[in-house]
Antibody, heavy 127, light 111 residues
Framework: EVQLVESGGGLVKPGGSLRLSCTAS????????LTWVRQAPGKGLEWVGR??????????DYAAPVKGRFTISRDDSTNTVSLQMNSLNTEDTALYYC??????????????????WGQGTMVTVSS | QSALTQPASVSGSPGQSVTISCTGT?????????VSWYQQYSGKAPKLMIY???SRPSGVSNRFSGSKSGNTASLTISGLQAEDEADYYC???????????FGGGTKLTVL
C-alpha cells in the first residue's frame, strides 16, 4: 500500500523557517517525482513545487509565490522528500500536502494527475 | 484569486445530474489535455476523480465524467447521491514555472 506521511508542521513567526518532511512507502521511491501542494484555511489547492527523480536530474520547479524562499530536496536512501521554507509570511499559512502522480502503459502523469496524497501537515505563520 | 475559475457552489437533488465548470486560458486548459478533477471531503485529503480530461482512475464510479471545450473543462456527476456532497477542484498543467494550476473549488450540495 502506498503511503505518504508528512511531518514537521507547526507555528512559526513571520520571517522564520521551517522544514517539512514526507516519508514514503509502498512503491519505488527513487523513480517517483514528488510534489507539494498547500491549502490555506478555507481556501483552494495551490501547487507549491515538485522534484523529479534522480534519473531525471532531480530537477525542481516552484510556484512563483515561493520561488527563492522554498527548496525541495530528496533522500532516496530514506524515502524522504523535504520542503525547506525560509522567509515565511502569513500568506504561507496552510495545510501542506505531499502528493504524487502515477504511470500507466500510456505515460507518466507526474505533473498533472495526483492520485496519492498524504494527510497533510499544518503550517501556521503568526506573530 | 485562483488561476482557474469555478462556481463557488452547485446543488442538485438525489438522482439528478450536475455539471461543474472550470474556466482557464489557452496556456492551461486550452493548451493541454491534462485536466484533472479532485473530490475533497471536509478535513480529508483530495481524491483524484478524473485525469486526462475524461479518464477515471480505477475504483471511481462511472457516474463521474469529464469533458473539455476550448478553455473550459467540465465535471458531470450523474445519479447524484448523498455521498457526493463534497468540494470539487479542477486542475490543469500549464506553461511556465508554475506547472499546475487549480480552481478555487466548488461546493456540491445534495439537497
Amino acid at each position: 500500500e502506498v503511503q505518504l506521511v508528512e511531518s514537521g508542521g507547526g507555528l512559526v513567526k513571520p520571517g522564520g523557517s521551517l522544514r517539512l518532511s514526507c516519508t514514503a512507502s509502498g512503491f519505488t521511491f527513487s523513480n517517483a517525482w514528488l510534489t507539494w501542494v498547500r491549502q490555506a484555511p478555507g481556501k483552494g489547492l495551490e501547487w507549491v513545487g515538485r522534484i523529479k527523480s534522480k534519473t531525471s536530474r532531480g530537477t525542481t520547479d516552484y510556484a512563483a509565490p515561493v520561488k527563492g524562499r522554498f527548496t525541495i530536496s530528496r533522500d532516496d536512501s530514506t524515502n524522504t522528500v523535504s520542503l525547506q521554507m525560509n522567509s515565511l509570511n502569513t500568506e504561507d499559512t496552510a495545510l501542506y500536502y505531499c502528493t504524487m502522480g502515477f504511470c500507466d502503459s500510456s505515460r507518466c502523469r507526474w505533473d498533472d494527475a495526483f492520485d496519492k496524497w498524504g494527510q497533510g501537515t499544518m503550517v501556521t505563520v503568526s506573530s | 484569486q485562483s488561476a482557474l475559475t469555478q462556481p463557488a457552489s452547485v446543488s442538485g437533488s438525489p438522482g439528478q445530474s450536475v455539471t461543474i465548470s472550470c474556466t482557464g486560458t489557452g496556456s492551461d486548459i486550452g493548451g493541454y489535455n491534462y485536466v484533472s478533477w479532485y473530490q475533497q471531503y471536509s478535513g480529508k485529503a483530495p481524491k483524484l476523480m478524473i485525469y486526462d480530461v475524461s479518464s477515471r482512475p480505477s475504483g471511481v464510479s462511472n457516474r463521474f465524467s469529464g469533458s473539455k471545450s476550448g478553455n473550459t473543462a467540465s465535471l458531470t456527476i450523474s445519479g447524484l447521491q448523498a455521498e457526493d456532497e463534497a468540494d470539487y477542484y479542477c486542475g490543469s498543467y500549464t506553461r511556465g514555472s508554475t506547472l499546475v494550476v487549480f480552481g478555487g473549488g466548488t461546493k456540491l450540495t445534495v439537497l
